[in-house]
């Protein structure tokens, strides 16, 4: 069993800024990566960010200099920093876990989801 606990969703005005924060807990061994997506009402999920165990981070083009993900891996948690918020962004976000279990075994996981409304 393995949790997510998202939390940092919000309304906040454009130009504003936002922390996601997404703690991992549960049957883990190892983590590969952890990550953001989004989901805005009648649009695909798409990636937002993700980060590898080593550091190695990846943005979408469209939060490129905005956003910054980090990852706390004595925590098993990972932020997602926002800043300089436009309308665009709003929707719910998700957060990805892909990890090796105690058991040997490799998933890919998501968290409930978070809402970031952007807005005046």
């Known amino acids: 069993q393995v949790q997510l606990v998202e939390s940092g969703g919000d309304l906040v005005q454009p130009g504003g800024s936002l922390r996601l924060s997404c703690a991992a807990s549960?049957?883990?061994?190892?983590?590969?990566?952890m990550g953001w997506y989004r989901q805005a009402p009648g649009k695909q999920r798409e990636l937002v960010a993700t980060?590898?165990?080593?550091?190695?981070?990846n943005y979408a083009d469209s939060v490129k200099g905005r956003f910054t993900i980090s990852r706390d891996n004595a925590k098993n948690t990972v932020y997602l920093q926002m800043n300089s918020l436009k309308p665009e962004d709003t929707a719910v976000y998700y957060c990805?876990?892909?990890?090796?279990?105690?058991?040997?075994?490799?998933?890919?996981?998501w968290g409930q989801g978070t809402q970031v409304t952007v807005s005046s």
């Open positions: 980060i590898t165990s080593s550091g190695t981070t």
């Open positions: 990805n876990l892909f990890y090796r279990s105690t058991r040997f075994y490799d998933y890919d996981y």
């Open positions: 549960g049957s883990i061994l190892s983590i590969y990566s």
